[in-house]
């Protein structure tokens, strides 16, 4: 089983950055592919980025690339999102999932969800 609970949400002008944390706790952590997805009011759950077991692969939806980051620590089983060049658009509930096979754009191929965390971006 793998426990996740994400923190580090806020309200920020754009332009400006924040780092989401998840924390996970479970002892087959290391053993699963992580992603983080936003979900705006009124719009499906979006994939944002998600990085393999190892930390050595990571992708990223189209609307962060270049701007967001994703990254791992197994030893202390944390998974960050750092935001940077935040736009009013970026405005979404952030989740952090896991995912016992790969990484998927899907949502519904994620196992373990933690309870969202909220970003805010004011113009």
């Known amino acids: 089983q793998v426990q996740l609970v994400e923190s580090g949400g806020g309200l920020v002008q754009a332009g400006g950055s924040l780092r989401l944390s998840c924390a996970a706790s479970?002892?087959?952590?290391?053993?699963?592919?992580m992603g983080w997805f936003r979900q705006a009011p009124g719009k499906e759950r979006e994939f944002v980025a998600g990085?393999?077991?190892?930390?050595?692969?990571?992708y990223y939806g189209d609307s962060v690339k270049g701007r967001f980051t994703i990254s791992r620590d197994n030893t202390n089983n944390t998974v960050y999102l750092q935001l940077n060049s935040l736009k009013p658009d970026d405005t979404a509930v952030y989740y952090c999932?896991?995912?016992?096979?790969?990484?998927?754009?899907?949502?519904?191929?994620?196992?373990?969800w933690g309870q969202g965390t909220q970003v805010t971006v004011s113009s």
């Open positions: 479970g002892r087959t952590f290391r053993s699963y592919a």
């Open positions: 999932a896991a995912n016992s096979l790969v990484i998927t754009r899907s949502p519904r191929d994620y196992d373990y």
């Open positions: 990085v393999s077991w190892s930390g050595a692969t990571t």
